[in-house]
Structure formats: structure tokens, C-alpha cells
């Protein structure tokens, strides 16, 4: 069965620190990725997502990921966060035809120190 | 950008009995709706896929006599959770697809938190 694996569940970092989230899934065809944020209290946002072309998709608020075919992954990067950014990040996976349905990961919590 | 709204954004009810969560589409139309489950500090589990005017597709597991989804309309799709029961306390979040979009992405709402005493 398809799967998304986000290995981070929590990370801590202080403002200004770069950061990477991971993001890995099963599917062996062709995908379209998406990452979300959920602040504190509010519903999910749409960071970026990639559909084809670039592998390096720029998205809102200063994130970009890259989409590694052979590694399966499409990992999330900042490359310095803000106290702002504290919020719940998710990556989801659709199938890129056949289906509409998106696969959710397990989410990772992160929290930015002022 | 796209809008969904959700009703109510929360709700308590008792034990035993019936509650229904709309899903709204406010500036386009949705031939598609999907339904999910959050639970605290877990993911989003996507319970079933609502097709307007047609039957909704349910996800492995999840029960379709226990949680009524109806698309009458390509801007609303209900979510009734019957007989609920406290494990069916949750934050419910529903997603829409425009099918007037061109990169087949979903619009998500606030959500609706339930507690069942």
C-alpha cells in the first residue's frame, strides 16, 4: 500500500537555524507532492507542491523542497525559520492519475524558540 | 484563493446522538469532497471520498451506516456522524477538489471539532 513516512516528528530550533524535514513515500509511479502547515488553531495551509518539471519547487513564506525521484523524498527546507514558523508541517502524496485521493503523512511538530 | 467553509467549527453533543457537519465550497465547484479524521497529534486519515450526486467511496475501515456522507449539491457535502459515541470524538476536516482547476490540488476547510459526552 502506498505510504508517507515523515521522520521528524518534533524538532526544536532556535530562529535563524535552517531547517530540513523529510519526507519519503512508497508509490513507485508518478506523483504529485504537496506540503501543508497547520498553525496552531487554524486549518491547513498549502506550502508548495510539485507536479512536474523542476525538481526544486519554491513555495510560500520563504520554504522550497526538492523532489528526489530515485530517493523517493521530497524533503522541505528553510534556510533560516522565525518563531513564526511553530506549526505542525505535513507532506501528502496523490497518485498522479487515477485517483484524487491524497496520502497523508505523520506530520512533524516544529517549534521555533525566540 | 479557493475558500472552503466548514459548519459548525465546533460541536458537543450526547452520547447516542446524531450530528451533521456541512462542507461548503464557497467560490467554485467541487464535484469531489473529501472527508478526513484527526486525531490529537496524529495525521490526517481520509475516511471517504464524496462524489456529488453519486454514492460515496468509504476507506477501508470506516463505517458507511455510521457516518452518512451526502453530496447533493457541487458546493455541499454533509458529513452525519449517527449514534455517535465518545471515540467518535475527533477533529473532522473536510477537502474539496475545483474541478474547474487544472493541477487537481484540494482546498481544505477549518475543520470541525467534535466531543461526544
Known amino acids: 500500500a502506498q505510504s508517507v513516512s515523515q521522520h521528524n516528528h518534533h524538532v526544536i530550533l532556535s530562529e535563524a537555524a535552517s531547517l530540513e524535514l523529510g519526507c519519503n513515500y512508497s508509490y513507485g509511479g508518478t506523483v504529485n507532492l504537496f506540503w501543508y502547515v497547520q498553525y496552531p488553531g487554524q486549518h491547513l495551509q498549502l506550502l508548495l507542491k510539485y507536479f512536474s518539471g523542476d525538481p526544486l519547487v519554491k513555495g510560500i513564506k520563504g520554504f522550497e523542497a526538492e523532489f528526489i525521484k530515485s530517493k523517493f523524498s521530497f524533503n522541505l527546507r528553510k534556510p533560516s525559520v522565525q518563531w513564526s514558523d511553530t506549526a505542525e508541517y505535513f507532506c501528502?502524496?496523490?497518485?498522479?492519475?487515477?485517483?484524487?485521493?491524497?496520502?497523508f503523512g505523520t506530520g512533524t511538530r516544529l517549534k521555533v524558540l525566540a | 484563493g479557493a475558500v472552503v467553509s466548514q459548519h459548525p467549527s465546533w460541536v458537543i453533543c450526547k452520547s447516542g446522538t446524531s450530528v451533521k457537519i456541512e462542507c461548503r465550497s464557497l467560490?467554485?465547484?467541487?464535484?469531489?469532497m473529501f472527508w478526513y479524521r484527526q486525531f490529537p497529534k496524529q495525521s490526517l486519515m481520509l475516511m471517504a471520498t464524496s462524489n456529488e450526486g453519486s454514492k460515496a467511496t468509504y476507506e477501508q475501515g470506516v463505517e458507511k451506516d455510521k457516518f452518512l456522507i451526502n453530496h447533493a449539491s457541487l458546493t455541499l457535502s454533509t458529513l452525519t456522524v449517527t449514534s455517535a459515541h465518545p471515540e467518535d470524538s475527533s477533529f473532522y476536516i473536510c477537502?474539496?477538489?475545483?474541478?474547474?482547476?487544472?493541477?487537481?490540488?484540494?482546498?481544505f476547510g477549518p475543520g470541525t471539532r467534535l466531543t461526544v459526552t
Open positions: 501528502a502524496v496523490k497518485k498522479s492519475s487515477g485517483t484524487y485521493k491524497y496520502i
Open positions: 467560490d467554485f465547484q467541487a464535484t469531489t
Open positions: 477537502s474539496a477538489r475545483d474541478q474547474g482547476g487544472t493541477a487537481y490540488e484540494q482546498y
